[in-house]
T-cell receptor, first 116, second 113 residues
Framework: DTGVSQNPRHKITKRGQNVTFRCDPI?????LYWYRQTLGQGPEFLTY????????KSRLLSDRFSAERPKGSFSTLEIQRTEQGDSAMYLC??????????????FGPGTRLTVL | KQEVTQIPAALSVPEGENLVLNCSFT??????LQWFRQDPGKGLTSLLL?????REQTSGRLNASLDKSSGRSTLYIAASQPGDSATYLC????????????FGIGTKLQVIP
């Protein structure tokens, strides 16, 4: 049973560089979510896809952030011109939406970003 | 704007004790409420999900209750074990077709052998 996977697990970058994270959801999960979690806080919702369509975006997702899910399977989250305030754990989750199901979200291990 | 509060922020108990974690939310128009566990530096593990029409859910030694009208949920852990040590997060999804989930900051639990 393969869960949600995220790569890389850790990323250290210098301020101003671009970074890209990848999330592979559980097979056949049609919904995919991105969250950001800073130390001592709960995760904050960033964005959500149903299949390949990005249906919700948080105001936290500034112009420097972009997320894609081109074929409705894996997703990428790119941060351009990184800032020290972007340092956080980036979590991905997926779920399978069915009318009769509870649509439980399953989380990946996260990618920890450190911006120097 | 939905706000989720968890009390206490940290809790330390001896092994074998029963304990209750509290979660409160400001907007009662919720779709569901979910309790998660997070180990240090790791992702989240779903423990229990309660739909807005339900009052409680149980899984093993865990029982979660929901009182939507008062904006409260509790997570009851029976006969705590050292392996239960983790941060427990409460998360609320609003009704109305939204997928955004709002999390509390969690309760950090330590069970002492």
């Amino acid at each position: 049973d393969t869960g949600v996977s995220q790569n890389p697990r850790h990323k250290i970058t210098k301020r101003g560089q671009n970074v890209t994270f990848r999330c592979d959801p559980i097979s056949e999960h049609n919904r995919l979510y991105w969250y950001r979690q800073t130390l001592g806080q709960g995760p904050e919702f960033l964005t959500y896809f149903q299949n390949e369509a990005q249906l919700e975006k948080s105001r936290l997702l500034s112009d420097r952030f972009s997320a894609e899910r081109p074929k409705g399977s894996f997703s990428t989250l790119e941060i351009q011109r990184t800032e020290q305030g972007d340092s956080a754990m980036y979590l991905c989750a997926s779920s399978r939406y069915r009318l009769t199901s509870t649509d439980t979200q399953y989380f990946g291990p996260g990618t920890r970003l450190t911006v120097l | 704007k939905q706000e989720v509060t968890q009390i206490p922020a940290a809790l330390s108990v001896p092994e074998g004790e029963n304990l209750v974690l509290n979660c409160s939310f400001t907007d009662s128009a919720i779709y569901n409420l979910q309790w998660f566990r997070q180990d240090p530096g790791k992702g989240l593990t779903s423990l229990l999900l309660i739909q807005s029409s339900q009052r409680e859910q149980t899984s093993g030694r865990l029982n979660a209750s929901l009182d939507k009208s008062s904006g409260r949920s509790t997570l009851y852990i029976a006969a705590s074990q050292p392996g239960d040590s983790a941060t427990y997060l409460c998360a609320v999804r609003l009704s109305g077709g939204y997928q955004k989930v709002t999390f509390g900051i969690g309760t950090k639990l330590q069970v002492i052998p």
